[in-house]
Every structure is written in structure tokens, then in C-alpha cells.
């Protein structure tokens, strides 16, 4: 059982990336989604996460009208579209995987995780 995060970068404050999670070993058709973030010093927070279905989402709010969190099941995969980058949004972003309904934002409630991929933003 394996979550691969990728797309990280370094990219100028205004930019976009889009971080991929693929899982390995298990199917995410029944797995809430979610994707979070530490910055050096910080605790590791919530950014977005999605419902099994893809039917709820919720983000926070310090990412709201500029990520987007999206799965493609037929892929195994997970996907964050981040679009006008900031530097304070500089960390180290991982996904996360929790079987079942539920859609949490607490990082505790979470059974996989990805080993995370650095994203850097220069102003």
C-alpha cells in the first residue's frame, strides 16, 4: 500500500503547479482523499480534501478560489491544481488516504500517507 505524490517545483509567486498523489497496491474507489501541507517550523496543516464520491469538498480557507482538489479514480489517482501561488504557500505537500465516508480535515483521522513533494515559491 503506497501513496506517490509528485509535481512539486519551484515556480515565481503568481504561477500554478499541479501536485499528483497515485496509489499503488489498493484501489481509492472507497477513500476519502486529502491533501495537506508543513511548512519548516509549522505543524502539518489541512489544505483540501475530497469524499469518496467526489461529490464534497472542502478547502481551506487560506486556499479557497485558488486550488483545486479533483480525483480520477480510473487512475488511482489524486490531483491539486494550485493556481496564484504565494510564497507563504512554500512547504512540503502531502496526500492522504482514509477508507470509508468520512471526510475529515483533521491530519489524525487519516490511515496513508504520501512521502510528500516540496513546492517553492519565490517572490
Known amino acids: 500500500v503506497q501513496l506517490q505524490a509528485s509535481g512539486g517545483g519551484l515556480v515565481q509567486a503568481g504561477g500554478s503547479l499541479r501536485l499528483s498523489c497515485k496509489a499503488s497496491g489498493f484501489s481509492l474507489d472507497d477513500y476519502a482523499l486529502g491533501w495537506f501541507r508543513q511548512a519548516p517550523g509549522s505543524e502539518r496543516e489541512f489544505v483540501a480534501t475530497?469524499?469518496?464520491?467526489?461529490?464534497?469538498?472542502y478547502y481551506a480557507d487560506f486556499v479557497k478560489g485558488r486550488f483545486t482538489i479533483s480525483r480520477d479514480d480510473a487512475k488511482n489517482t489524486v490531483y491539486l491544481q494550485m493556481n496564484s501561488l504565494k510564497p507563504e504557500d512554500t512547504a512540503v505537500y502531502y496526500c492522504?488516504?482514509?477508507?470509508?465516508?468520512?471526510?475529515?480535515?483533521?491530519?489524525?483521522?487519516?490511515?496513508?500517507w504520501g512521502q510528500g513533494t516540496l513546492v517553492t515559491v519565490s517572490s
Open positions: 475530497v469524499n469518496w464520491k467526489g461529490s464534497s469538498i
Open positions: 492522504a488516504a482514509i477508507p470509508g465516508r468520512s471526510i475529515p480535515l483533521d491530519r489524525r483521522l487519516y490511515n496513508y
